[in-house]
């Protein structure tokens, strides 16, 4: 009985210490996510709009927020969802939008990164 309690001990710590990367984060914090669409300055017309950035190494999930016209002066929070992969793709209408996108894991989230983005009626 005590050699099988000792083995449960040791095997026991031994899962805990192998999983000790699991329990520190990677400070993200001071990072940015790197956005490859929609290219800010740029027009789009109505319709579906990919939002899509760079995977960032300790992340993992990602919140996006977008709003109408702007953070500042909501009118329409357009969404505020958060996902595990590195795209998005949202209908949106004409008109002028703010979007912004942060990095996160159980422990550190980037600063927001935002951008402004303009969809024509065309």
Known sequence: MKKTAIYLILITATGMLSSCDDIFEKDISAED???FSP????SFSHGDV??????LPGAEYYKVQIARPEFALID????????????LVINLEAGNY???IRACNSAYCTAFLQQVLVISGE
Do not use: A, C, S
Request: a negative charge; glycine letters at 4%.
């Open 76 to 87: 329409k929070l357009v969404t505020d969802t958060i996902v595990e992969t590195n795209k």
């Open 50 to 55: 990919l939002f899509w950035w760079d995977y």
């Open 98 to 100: 703010e979007w912004r």
């Open 33 to 35: 996510p790197v956005v």
């Open 39 to 42: 290219v800010e300055g740029l």
